[in-house]
DNA sequence: ATTTAGCACTCGCCTCAAAGGAGTGCTAAC
DNA sequence: GTTAGCACTCCTTTGAGGCGAGTGCTAAAT
């Protein structure tokens, strides 16, 4: 791939994301001044089409670019934008605000990525298990049935109604509640030893049945309000989009993102190491967001992954745009979660 | 408006609502045996479009029901349907199955209700004010920020995040956790009295800073964790409706009902005495929701109104049936919750 | 007096063909 | 290696004509 083919396949992209329309090769040589004529910018399309970074809608119209081509962009010709100041400033200023409960500072997130990059913005809320344990108490609701309510440092509630036996009372679920949390303040859920566990059930041994059922709610992410939910943010924003101007494309992909599982299901393909994720139509695996194109990053909090960061647009979409701004949020974002949390900053 | 009249109206709404077609005196003679020939018929329907009840798009279109024609089926043609007992058993069955806490009812029902109507469905979770407090506790997650948990006997939960004054440490905490404890257990947020309030204060008086902002937070719809929340299923069902093939009509729509305010404001328009409310087009005063119909109730726990159900589709919709399913859903709802809260059936 | 058949008329929608235009690939000249 | 020229392709737009559904009116039938 010599250099001006480069700059005909940047041209081509960049053309095509800013009008959604196949471009020929005029307007390359009239907008983008390649120093060369029309003709010659053909030979070197039909060799980038040879090539498979473009493809032709159908005979002349001008070139798209294909999976392919917007790889090769993604990964060797893309410039990273530099988050204007101003921007950087708003963005800071607003999580400053916000930072009181990893719930708001998310919201936030999602909302904000959605406004500035026009496309929908996913947020994973963190689980549990990231966190620290703060609080933990089993509340009578109408008995037989109790909450385990579980407040993370992070300000992260979870609860859990279950019913126990007949003959437990008030009493036993509050010495109940003293003892989980003496020996479980402080630790991660996912750090919750054996011992530890072995621990408890000596000490409250007539009450195993009631812990066996709190330990099961404790582990189970479903009952945990907010966390391990996705976000979704300016759905709508993709229906400016001229590629979603056909109603059809519009109900699939609005009934896929209504269903979480399938959500969670593209969300996963994002790589853990901190980096940031740029799938590209069929990448993506799923066939009905092949002409979308997902970015996303996961952010950490005490050193380990606990939420992603994502933005779903067209194909068609300004990567280089928009990983910066991904990239941006989630460096802020962890940030900020860590000093909610700890003061610690070792991301 | 003679009994021939109020028929062919009768059959003009039940064939638009079911074919989204402009209906013709032809159609109505052939289908719907009224025993006169069309030339009557179309007597008839010049004389209901004089009226009012029904309107032309064109010259030589059909007719199509006006706002006037479908308030006067409501209001006096409509039968009620019978919701079919299997339906019955299955909605029965799967509430039964969710009797855990509030959240999950109300989220059944909404999905339940967007998919037996398809249309869209809105749920506004009942707030906290309803309930009565089972318990409230102050926990620290790292000083000087605490969160204020208050869980009802629903099995709500309300989480606020605040932060207190730098000489506050942990025991303090719990001292005040175990005053509130004692003193507001058992009332609803709405009922705590004045007198209680000044007895905590005088046996808490050092913590008086702290006490107001814990107040300030109980009272705060805000921070609460679903409650006051609205909750919309079935958004995408509204896209299967044959006016909403315009791409410009579902985005205005969709970015409508991405407003949590615009969305209250729609539901407020319920009426509270606890029959179903129905609204049809320009009755909902606001004119993004000209070409939609909303059937909506209040539903009762502990002899209060604490949230609303609500359906949302277009004019051209099945109003027996949607009517019929939100009084069933309602009834359901309020005996449910109710069995939740006290085993008390008060409504 | 009411109902009905007949008929002319209106108007949206579909089809089809023609025109227009954007873009290409090829060839030959530079 | 580059470029001008040109024939060709194929999508899109436009407009006219025909079709069909439906109406309102009138005059006849009940």
New binding site residues.
Partial sequence: MDD?KQKVLLAIIQDYVATA???????IARKYQL??????I??E??DL?EMGYIE????????VPSIVGYRYYVDSLMKKEIVPPDLEKIIREGLERKVRDVGEIMHYTGQLLAKLTSYAALVMMPGLFGGHIRHIQLVPLVLPRVTLVVVMDSGTIKNHVFEVEEDIGEDDLSVISTVLNAKLRGMTVAGIRRTVLSEINLELSRYRDVLNRAMEALSDDRGTVEAGKIHLDGMFNILNQPEFHNVEKVKTLLTLLEQEDVLKGLLSGTVPAGSVTVRIGSEMSCRFVEECSMVSATFRMGGQDVGILAVLGPTRMEYARVVSLIEFATRNLSLYLNRLVQGREDW
Avoid: F
Wanted: charged share 20%; no cysteine.
């Fill in positions: 001006r329309e196949p471009v020929g090769s005029r307007t120093g060369v004529s029309p003709a010659t053909r030979n399309m039909a089409e032709q809608p159908h005979t002349s119209a001008g070139r």
